[in-house]
């Protein structure tokens, strides 16, 4: 079957690092992508990785290891507005976003 | 770009009736098009996929006669609820994959609160 890991529930400091991970299991595999979602709203893309290695972006950075089946989200310098859930969503055989159930960060002052 | 709009963003309805909620893609053309639901504090559980065109790919536990889809043109996916219950109270997000686009990213919608009483 099909599966997706990535822990509930996560709390940070604001202005620290976080790492979020995310483990997969699919049929095939074409990506990976990690989306936002603050309560009440619809996921906002983050980041998409289809080769080994970290990409950055700012203050997000994510990483891919196809052969493990492992991914991760590295937020740094927290803000308080990252407060939100964090979505892990790898793409099958048939490129469909395989969904995990989602990371909720807290943010603490 | 890649902006994707839903309409209504909240909808009340009795008990019985039925609601339509609609998904465009307002500056790309959508080949595809997803229909999520979300319960509070839940994941994302894809309802269908919806192919311009065709007739839509339900997932497993999904009642097709009950969440009807229609995707008539390459902008514009249609759900619509039929029946409501109030156990069909749920967030409905729509997302879409652009046509043109090399990666499988889906732009999602702002979704619709749908409260049934």
């Known amino acids: 079957g099909q599966n997706i890991d990535q822990p509930t529930e996560m709390t940070a400091t604001e202005g620290a690092i976080v790492q979020i991970n995310c483990t997969y299991q699919?049929?095939?595999?074409?990506?990976l992508f990690w989306y936002q979602q603050h309560a009440g709203e619809a996921p906002t893309f983050l980041s998409y990785?289809?080769l080994d290695g970290l990409e950055e972006k700012g203050r997000f950075s994510s990483f891919l290891s196809r052969s493990k089946g492992y991914s991760y989200l590295l937020l740094k310098e927290l803000q308080m507005k990252d407060s939100a859930s964090y979505l892990c969503?790898?793409?099958?055989?048939?490129?469909?976003?395989?969904w995990g159930a989602g990371t909720k960060l807290i943010i603490k002052p | 770009g890649a902006v994707v709009s839903q309409h209504p963003s909240r909808v009340i309805c009795k008990s019985g009736t039925s609601v339509k909620i609609e998904c465009r893609s307002l500056?790309?053309?959508?080949?595809?098009m997803f229909w999520y639901r979300q319960f509070p504090k839940q994941s994302l559980m894809l309802m269908a996929t919806?192919?311009?065109?065709?007739?839509?790919?339900?997932e497993q536990g999904v009642e097709k006669d009950k969440f009807l889809i229609n995707h008539a043109s390459l902008t514009l996916s249609t759900l619509t609820v039929t029946s409501a219950h109030p156990e069909d109270s749920s967030f409905y997000i729509c997302?879409?994959?652009?046509?043109?686009?090399?990666?499988?990213?889906?732009?999602f919608g702002p979704g619709t609160r749908l409260t049934v009483t």
């Open positions: 500056d790309f053309q959508a080949t595809t």
């Open positions: 699919t049929s095939g595999f074409n990506g």
């Open positions: 990785n289809v």
């Open positions: 969503a790898a793409v099958d055989s048939n490129y469909q976003l395989i």
């Open positions: 997302s879409a994959r652009d046509i043109e686009g090399n990666s499988y990213e889906q732009y």
């Open positions: 919806s192919n311009e065109g065709s007739k839509a790919t339900y």
